[in-house]
């Protein structure tokens, strides 16, 4: 595996639409696998692939349960809403309050493109609704009511 490099706000893929994935091939893999290990290692919960220079649609996320791909998230379903705090690794040193859905439906396919569905709340409902965000080019700055730098961890 290998660590990549994280793009920071401002680098142009941060803000493309990002392509349908449409080959589940051994590189999509090696991708996943090296977006979890940069997303451990940055310690995010969360990484999508613009956010390592692909423009391609596919999300890593871990809200403390394991690691858990998902590629062409679409949501079925969004309801209820909920504010919470929330941080990026393409946005070190700053953090937002975010008003979110509280719990959503999500259709997406696994690394080996075979076709799921999940409904999540709490954490990983932010969370794949924030890294969805990152596939339409969307940060969570333009949607932070308040945008505030981050505290220093001691
Ligand atoms: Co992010």
Known sequence: MALLEIMI????????????????DKKLGK??????ETMY???????????????KRAVVIDDGNGIQEFINPIF????GSCT???????????EGEVERAEKVGVEYQDRKGNRKYIEADGLLAIALQHET????????IDKASVIMPKEKEE
């Open 31 to 36: 991708l996943l696998d090296n977006m979890a």
């Open 9 to 24: 706000a401002g680098a142009p893929v941060l803000r493309k639409n990002a392509e349908k994935v449409t080959r589940f």
């Open 41 to 55: 290692f940055a310690e995010g919960c969360g990484l999508a692939a613009p956010q390592v220079g692909l423009s």
């Open 76 to 79: 079925k379903f969004q309801e």
């Open 84 to 94: 919470n705090v929330e941080g990026c690794l393409s946005v070190p040193n700053y």
């Open 133 to 140: 965000d990152h596939l339409d080019g969307v940060l969570f």
